[in-house]
């Protein structure tokens, strides 16, 4: 089934159930697939045809949806980029693989450089500009082959460091992932999906858009999180689910206060980055939702996960166990399995995994092997399945010979009072190789010493772990998706 195939099944089956609420305004499926339509007609009409390749450089609004659900109607292929690149970055990706149109947020003309686009063959298509996306539906060209295995969307992913790599991915991959998030996740028509994840990722279109449209709920989206408001929508019983990241959880608590909502909130998900102990017995405590940690990448998303039931949450810092049809190991550099407990990268085969990067052999070489895709992230395994993340690879700080986990140095960090946030990188030292560095946001009311720091961490941490480099400052550098970006910390 092609993505926009999912769409007009949930129009047939729930034409006039919320399918979309943004602001004040709300879509039923129905008019959700209608809107997809005339968006289809409009691209058609300005030669949009099957095989091309169409950007969406937008924030989160209603025409980021419309577009990516018209591209598969025609048949064309969606490149959804990240609307906090720099003009520079955008300039990286058209490069990388062409594009045919890109649909644009007119606020973002100047980012897109959209003279230079259209010098050079890419038709530029203004959001709200007369005539831009007009169309009446039945104009569309038709997709062509309608096969579920032709290319949908090439995503950029957040994490990617030097040449930007595109993640290329078939409606049938998208459409098997949203699947196994709403049976694992035992998503209904009676949930709503709070969205304030950036749509040009995969975990906010796809994760959550694609599975709430294909079960019926509700997709609430915010062009990014505001608290006040996802709080009021939680307290009227409009929002049952979230899925985001630590920062999201963070920033729900701060805006709580001490009269936080309950509502219907029924699932909290978290992903991106590992949640520290305190703020997941912190969230529970307030709202009275558990967080469940998930875990996957652009390139396989959605493939370790808890399944609610009596024993969710009886390993709360685990991310849970592979899904159904994932063949998971936990691998050394050779490709030997490791024993229980023991650190290895982890290493999958997953139905859904991506198709290749974009036009780069060499780099989907470097990454899948045998049919197995090596994660680059560092784990840990129990005897029952359960996976606990610990850190990315290339992030492990090596100190004289010794591995220094970030994560483990961090959690220590986290437990001194007055310490909102911390991010622990390795610098370059001449005499060992690397030292560890720690970057400590205190909390507004109390800030934490150098010395109760230096003293929590020589009670809990082996002396080669102790930060010799200790450096308060008032945020830590984050993406569009909240995830800190520790290499402007380095």
Known sequence: MRTSDVVAAAAARWPERTALVFGDRRWTFRELEASAARQAAALSRRGVKAGDLVGLLMPNRPEWLFS????????????????????????????????????????????????RLERGGTDVLIVGAPDALEGAPGDEAPGAGRSDSELAVIFFSSGSTGNPKGIA???RNLGMIAEAVRTNWRITAEDSLLVAMPL????????????????????????????????????????????????????????AGSAPPRGRLRLCATSGDVVPAALDREFERVFGCPLFELYGLTEVPHIVAHTPGPDARSRPLSCGRPLPGIA?????????????????????????AFLDYYRNPEATEAVVRGGWFWTGDLVRRDADGYIFMVERKKELIKR?????????????????????????????????????????????????????????????????????????????PKGPTGKIKKKLLR
């Open 68 to 115: 990516f659900y018209a591209l598969s109607r025609i048949g064309a292929v969606a490149v959804p980029i990240n609307p906090a690149y720099t003009a520079a970055e955008v300039t990286s990706i058209v490069d990388v693989v062409g594009l045919r149109a890109l649909v644009l947020d007119p606020r973002l003309e100047a980012v897109a450089d959209a003279g």
């Open 169 to 171: 991915h078939s409606h």
């Open 200 to 255: 040009a990722f995969v975990y906010a279109s796809v994760v959550e858009c694609l599975t709430a449209i294909g079960a019926g709920a509700t997709i609430v989206l915010h062009d990014r999180l505001r608290p006040e408001a996802a709080l009021a929508r939680i307290a009227a019983g409009e929002i049952t689910v979230i899925m985001g990241v630590p920062s999201m959880y963070r920033m729900l608590l701060e805006a």
């Open 328 to 352: 998971a190991k936990v691998a050394d550099d050779s490709g030997q399995e490791v024993g229980l407990g023991e650190l290895g990268e982890l290493v999958v085969r997953v139905p859904w």
């Open 400 to 476: 004289s010979g010794f591995n220094v986990l970030p994560g483990e140095v961090e959690e220590v960090i986290h437990r001194v009072p007055g310490v909102a946030e911390v991010a622990v990188v390795g610098v370059p030292d001449a005499r060992h190789g690397q030292r560890v560095k720690a970057f400590v946001v205190p909390d507004a009311g109390r800030a934490p010493s150098r010395d109760e720091i230096l003293a929590a961490c020589r009670a809990r941490l082996a002396k080669y772990k102790i930060p010799e480099d200790l450096e308060f400052i008032r945020e830590l």
